[in-house]
Each structure stands twice: as C-alpha cells, then as structure tokens.
C-alpha cells in the first residue's frame, strides 16, 4: 500500500468524516461565542497535553481491562471496540473506534476543561481539538495496522511499538502517538526487552476457560479463537 492509497481509504472512512464535520461545527460555535485569545491558547495547550494521558487510562484499564466482558451489559462494547481489534490487528472493519464510545468520551472529558477555562467558547474548542486530535491518532493508527511502511523514523518507530504490543506483549506500549505515560507509569518497553510471548496477547485473557464462566463474548463470536490470525481454531 502507498501513502496516497492509505490517504485516500482513511478520508472514505465515515468514523473520519464525522469528526471533520462536528469538529466544523465545534469551531462555528467558537467563532458565535470565542473565548479570548489567551483562554483559546490554554485550552488548546491543555487538549493536546490531555488527551494521550486519557488515551493511555483508557486503553489500560478499560479497554484492557476484565470487568467488561463480565458483565453481559457491557461484554458487546468490549467485543466491538477492543477484543476484535486483537484478535484481528489488521482487520480494517475494527481498526477505528466506534463513534458511539469514542464522541461521548470526547464530549465529556474535555468539553467540561474547555468550558471550566473560557466558557462556550473554550467548550467548543476543546471538543473542536478532540475531534481533530481523534483523526491524527486513527491516522497513526492506520499506519500502524495497514500494510503501509512508512519512510519516517517516527513512525516507523511507533508502528514496531505498537506491533509489538498487538503481536507479543499487551500488557505494555498503549501509547500511539507517544509512549510518555508508558514511560511515567512503567508500562513502556522495546521489543527485546520481553523475551517471552505472551499467551493472551490476541485474546487480552479472554481464553475458552474463561469463557465458559462469561459466555457473552463468546456467543457473539461464534466461539473463542486461539492462536495466531493466520492459524486461528476456534473453540
């Protein structure tokens, strides 16, 4: 895949094109009602410095997490926006998040910042900057995944990370587009360092065991898939 062909798939994505449009709309409720100049600036700064700490508490402790699949009410969630991300990581139809988890937590993480620091106007910038940060992180995301090597250093270095997190070890490198809070809380590593495989990495715990106590992921999969995508049984 080239560049100009992963551009392209990526703008075609619908999850894409509704957070370019509310991210449009965002910034003509800022410009009805803008916040002052400095006001702008402070919640500009505090999105874009958020918003990978709230990536990373996210990712760790919901989305890898076990109470979800416990519980039937939130076992589809789960299923939907993380276990079959793992179980595929390159299956394009779950490497986006879905909209219906991702534009509430946008809402209600950093509209109440932008609103605490400069009213309706910081409100909408805040989640005006939610939605354009979103982009660049499935962007990322996108490279990451799809059959793409990237020219750049710091993406391909980003990329390895989260290969290896998909394809070794889970339980370390949530960043994707920086790995500070790996770093802060421990969780960072490079591939050599961790010599053993993980054996629930495509399966984040989810094993037939575990399923014959917590069926609903399993039922909705037709079974638990074990081993490696390409040389998948299920169960």
């Not at 575990?210 to 037709?222: D, F, I, M, Q």
Request: a positive charge.
């Amino acid at each position: 895949m080239t560049l100009k062909e992963l551009v392209v798939a990526y703008f075609q994505y619908p999850a894409i094109i509704t957070y370019l449009v509310l991210s449009a709309v965002a910034l003509g409720v800022y410009a009805w009602n803008p916040a002052t100049l400095l006001q702008t600036g402070a919640t500009i700064v505090t999105a874009i410095l958020f918003y990978p700490l709230a990536w990373y508490v996210l990712h760790r402790w919901v989305l890898h997490g076990q109470w979800m699949y416990k519980t039937k009410m939130f076992s589809p969630v789960w299923k939907r926006i993380h276990y079959d991300h793992h179980q595929d990581p390159n299956h394009l139809e779950v490497l986006f998040g879905a909209l219906y988890t991702t534009l509430p937590t946008i809402f209600i993480l950093l509209g109440p910042i932008g609103w605490a620091i400069g009213g309706v106007g910081g409100a909408a910038m805040a989640v005006a900057m939610g939605m354009l940060i979103t982009c660049v992180y499935e962007f990322c995301h996108c490279v990451q995944h799809l059959k793409y090597k990237p020219r750049n250093k710091w993406l391909a270095k980003m990329k390895a990370r989260h290969m290896a997190h998909h394809f070794h070890d889970e339980s370390g490198n949530f960043g994707i587009t920086s790995f500070f809070w790996d770093k802060a809380f421990g969780t960072f590593y490079e591939r050599p360092d961790r010599k053993e495989k993980s054996e629930t990495v495509f399966n984040l715990g989810y094993t037939p065991e575990t399923a014959k106590r917590y069926p609903w992921v399993a039922e909705l999969s037709g079974g638990v898939a074990t081993g490696h995508p390409t040389q998948r049984t299920q169960n």
